[in-house]
């Protein structure tokens, strides 16, 4: 078993073959609000991945509002990071308004959605994520060991709910994931909200897999759980019910749940959005 940290993640060469050779094309998406603290870190973590793969993609960072320093950090580093681009809402739309905007303007087969607290590294979970994308999965999830966070019943209450009503064969559906574009382009989001999106997949008939990942506590910064997510996922989730009886079942119904399996990293589509 290969021991889940960033200095020999690489060290098998076998998995490091393995992760060059699926064939599509991804772009990183990153949501940040107020994470001035993080950002330059994060950035260098995954560029130190980028080089440990041999490859680089394109990373999309949408501020989500941030009131601190992050755009102005996020602006700084975009002008010595050909591979990041940036987005920035004049006020917060919260991370389901993330993942419609992400949705607008990515334009690669997958998305690859990260974390911009450094609860996750990417210099350990991006590898992991696409060793695990094998031809027919349809999405990977990262499921958090370890986690010292104070999120961890609401987490369990939400994905044990899933796995009994959507059929979710994962444990942990709201964190780093790797998914089909198409499949998410074909779903209207904000009814779904973020926090069901990989669910509604498995109860499609979707192949929604997972590869444990490590959990690290928050570098900087404060979380933006609060209670009040406790009583909103709840009424998401009724919604979202009502919504998949009635005409979420037939949406993605006639597209192919494959697509082809050549990643060409060279001819990854990479936005240019400030």
């Known amino acids: 078993m290969i021991k889940l940290t960033a200095k020999n993640i690489f060290e098998n060469s076998d998995l490091k073959q393995e992760i060059l050779s699926p064939n599509y094309s991804i772009t990183i998406v990153i949501p940040c609000l107020n994470e001035e603290g993080n950002l ?39 002008e ?63 499921w958090r060991q370890k986690r010292g966070d104070r999120k961890i019943l609401a987490s369990k209450l939400a994905n044990t709910t899933c796995r009994l009503l959507f059929g979710l064969k994962i444990h942990d559906m ?42 690290h506590p928050r570098h900087s910064g404060t979380s933006k759980f609060g209670k009040k997510r406790l009583l909103t996922s709840a009424i998401d989730f009724v919604k979202l019910w009502w919504w998949f009886h009635t005409q979420g079942r037939l949406i993605n119904q006639h597209q192919e749940k494959s697509i082809g399996s050549v990643i060409n990293y060279f001819d990854v589509v990479q936005q240019e959005i400030i």
């Open 80 to 142: 010595k990071c050909d591979y990041l681009s940036i987005i920035r809402h004049p006020y917060r739309l919260g991370v389901t308004g993330v993942w419609k905007t992400a949705l607008d303007y990515v334009r690669t087969d997958w998305i690859f959605w990260g974390q911009a607290d450094l609860e996750s590294d990417p210099r350990t979970d991006l590898p992991l994520l696409l060793k695990a994308c094998v031809p027919g999965v349809d999405a990977v999830a990262g």
């Open 174 to 215: 709201n964190w780093i994931k790797l998914v089909r574009r198409d499949l998410l382009s074909a779903l209207p989001i904000e009814k779904i909200t973020h926090r069901y999106l990989l669910a509604v997949l498995a109860a499609q008939g979707y192949n929604v897999t997972e590869v444990p990942t490590p959990w």
């Open 40 to 78: 330059e870190r994060l950035l260098l973590n995954i560029e130190e991945a980028f080089k440990d793969m041999g490859f680089s993609l394109p990373v999309l960072v949408v501020d989500d509002g941030s009131t601190d320093n992050s755009y102005q950090i996020l602006k700084k580093m975009s």
